[in-house]
């Protein structure tokens, strides 16, 4: 059965700071990975979406690796910003029907 | 009409009451889901349907009942739901087969059964 852990589960950054945020996943047969922000009582957003076969993706300040032989992915976030301020939240997928969450990460960009 | 439309966005409903949460995508996607969010615990899958074919998640009581009429609407009947059951309840879709069936999710509709 996969389990997805994210550490830390809470990070505080004053703002201009690059961050990286940790997601890693015990079974490496998965068929994409996606990365979410979610904001305090709202749905999830889609940041990026990896596939098994890729090993980054990038969109705009956030880039997000894939290393499969070691069970990990990261969100690296450049040049944080307190709209940045939210809950992050990894999956990884045997398919879209079998994606497994971990818990989050808290993240809070002080001004 | 954007992406995965929620409603309603709150509900608050009795033990014995009988109500549904709905969901509606505009984005031509050929599966939906449902997912159960609670405080402190990872998203937990409830129910799928994809290519008119349904999968849940055999931990889900009975007391939860999806309907999903067309590929565009998802429905949550709820019916003498426990206290227990209090927690954001998160619609999304995608399209499986292509872009490697990217979830998107609607903004949720959170349920207080008292």
């Known amino acids: 059965k996969q389990e997805v852990t994210q550490i ?3 990070l505080s950054v004053p703002e201009g700071e690059n961050l990286v945020l940790n997601c890693s996943f015990t079974d490496s047969a998965i068929y994409n990975l996606q990365w979410f922000r979610q904001d305090p009582g709202k749905g999830l957003t889609s940041l990026l979406l990896i596939q098994s076969s890729q090993r980054e993706q990038t969109s705009g300040r956030l880039n997000a690796s894939l290393d499969k032989s070691s ?15 939210a809950t992050y939240l990894c999956a990884v997928g045997g398919s879209a029907r079998q994606l497994t969450f971990g818990s989050g990460t808290q993240l809070t960009v002080l001004p | 009409e ?18 549904s949460l709905k969901c509606e995508q505009h984005l031509g996607h050929n599966a939906m889901y449902w997912y159960k969010q609670s405080a402190k615990k990872p998203l937990e899958l ?45 619609c999304a879709s995608s399209q499986e087969g292509t872009r490697g069936g990217e979830l998107f999710f609607g903004e949720g509709s959170r349920l207080t059964v008292l």
Do not use: W
């Open chain 2, 2 to 19: 954007t992406g995965v439309t929620q409603t309603p966005r709150h509900l608050v409903m009795g033990m014995t009451n009988k109500k």
């Open chain 1, 71 to 85: 069970g990990r992915s990261t969100l690296y976030i450049a040049a944080s910003q307190p709209g940045d301020s």
């Open chain 2, 46 to 90: 409830m129910f799928v349907y994809s290519l008119e074919e349904r999968v849940e998640n055999n931990s889900v009581p009975s007391r939860f009942s999806p309907e999903c009429p067309n590929s565009s609407h998802l429905f949550l009947h709820l019916h003498t739901l426990q206290p227990e059951d209090s927690a954001l309840y998160l």
């Open chain 1, 8 to 10: 830390p589960a809470a």
